[in-house]
Nanobody
C-alpha cells in the first residue's frame, strides 16, 4: 500500500521556523523525484520545491527560494522541508507528492492530486502573530 504522510505543520509567528516531514512507504522512494506543493487559502496549488532521487539537484520557486530547504533521507524513505523566515503569505496546506511537479500548472496538479495515492493528505502551516 502506497502511503505518503506529512507532519510537522502548525501555528508559528512570522520569522519563525518549522520542519515538515513526509514519511513514505509502498514504492521505491530512493529512485524517484519528490515535490512539495502548497495551497494557500483561496488559491491554487503551487509547486514550491523538487528534489531529485539522489538529492543532488533541487528546485525552489521564487516565493520560497533562500528561505526553504528540501532534503531527503533515502534510508528512511522520508522527505523533508525546512521552513525558515516564515511569512504570513506562507500560510497554506503543504503536500508532498511523488514526482516532479515543477512545470505543472495549478489545474493539472489538482487533477493529479484528487484521489491520488501518490500525494499525501497535507499538513497545515499557519503563520500569524
Amino acid at each position: 500500500e502506497v502511503q505518503l504522510v506529512e507532519s510537522g505543520g502548525g501555528l508559528v509567528q512570522p520569522g519563525g521556523s518549522l520542519r515538515l516531514s513526509c514519511v513514505t512507504s509502498g514504492f521505491p522512494f530512493k529512485y524517484v523525484s519528490m515535490s512539495w506543493v502548497r495551497q494557500a487559502p483561496g488559491k491554487g496549488l503551487e509547486c514550491i520545491s523538487v528534489i531529485t532521487s539522489d538529492g543532488n539537484d533541487t528546485y525552489y520557486s521564487d516565493s520560497v527560494k533562500g528561505r526553504f530547504t528540501v532534503s531527503r533521507d533515502n534510508s528512511k524513505n522520508t522527505l523533508y522541508l525546512q521552513l525558515n523566515s516564515l511569512k504570513p503569505e506562507d500560510t497554506a496546506m503543504y503536500y508532498c507528492a511523488k514526482g516532479n511537479f515543477r512545470y505543472g500548472d495549478a489545474a493539472s496538479m489538482e487533477r493529479s492530486r484528487v484521489g491520488s495515492e501518490w500525494w499525501g493528505r497535507g499538513t497545515q502551516v499557519t503563520v500569524s502573530s
